[in-house]
């Protein structure tokens, strides 16, 4: 869902994603698919669609080990820009509770309309991106202080990424791109932020997990396997 001004979006104020907007693949992908699974509600075939932002928790392949790998590169002292706008996410078993919730509603017949719905799915707590992200680092044993972060500008950092992109094109014909791109940066100046109201209205819905204990957990294991991994590397733990 597009969310350029950061303010915050409901299921109608949202504009999503189409074959002609100027987003990635993969979110073009997510908007088409959403409008098509809305279109094919009828009489004989019940639908509704849950719109959910970047998931987390136990197993998380993504957003935990990309967020714990900044620390491990020294990356937790910097901090690109003014760190205002928010984002949303999703507590991995926050997200199962919605789609049982409504599957029940759909199957059940309830009165209020949910079939040809979309319904935003988040923790209910919006946080700035560093904000979480420090909270993954603290969860992981980071103990630097707020003197010890080095905020850098955005703009700074797009040129410098801008250059790093233009060699990688030149260098390798096109065939590879740097780890951070200026899309990635850019992405830090937009933020995401939902209303769950309509889900807390008509699904029932509401965060049984809070963000801190959420991160908690997906830290935990995501530490424990890397210490599994590094074990099985020495010889020390056989494979499963």
Known sequence: MLSPT??????????????SSKGTPFQKAKGIA?????????????????????????????????????MRKGQATLQIGPNKKVFEHVYVGNAVDAHIMASKTLLSHHEQKVDGEAFFITDGQPLKFYDFARKVWVMAGDRSEKK????????????????????YF??????????????DVLALDKGTWF??????????????????EGIRRAVELALYKDEM????????????
Not at 6 to 19: I, V
Not at 229 to 240: D, S
């Open 195 to 212: 209303s769950i109201e309509k889900a807390r209205a008509r699904l029932g819905y509401n965060p049984t997990v809070g963000v801190e």
């Open 6 to 19: 950061n303010s915050m979006l409901t299921e109608e104020s949202a504009q999503l994603y189409s074959a």
């Open 170 to 183: 030149i260098f390798t014909l096109g065939t590879k791109k740097p780890d951070v791109t200026r899309k």
């Open 34 to 70: 959403d409008a098509l699974v809305l279109e094919a509600n009828s009489a004989n075939l019940h639908t509704t669609c849950l719109r959910l932002p970047l998931i987390y928790g136990e197993g998380d392949p993504y957003l935990i080990p990309s967020t714990l790998g900044l």
């Open 229 to 240: 991994m590094k074990l099985v590397q020495r010889g020390g733990v056989p494979e499963p």
């Open 148 to 167: 010890d972060i080095r905020v850098v500008s955005t703009s700074l950092v797009l040129s410098t990424v801008g250059l790093t992109e233009w060699l």
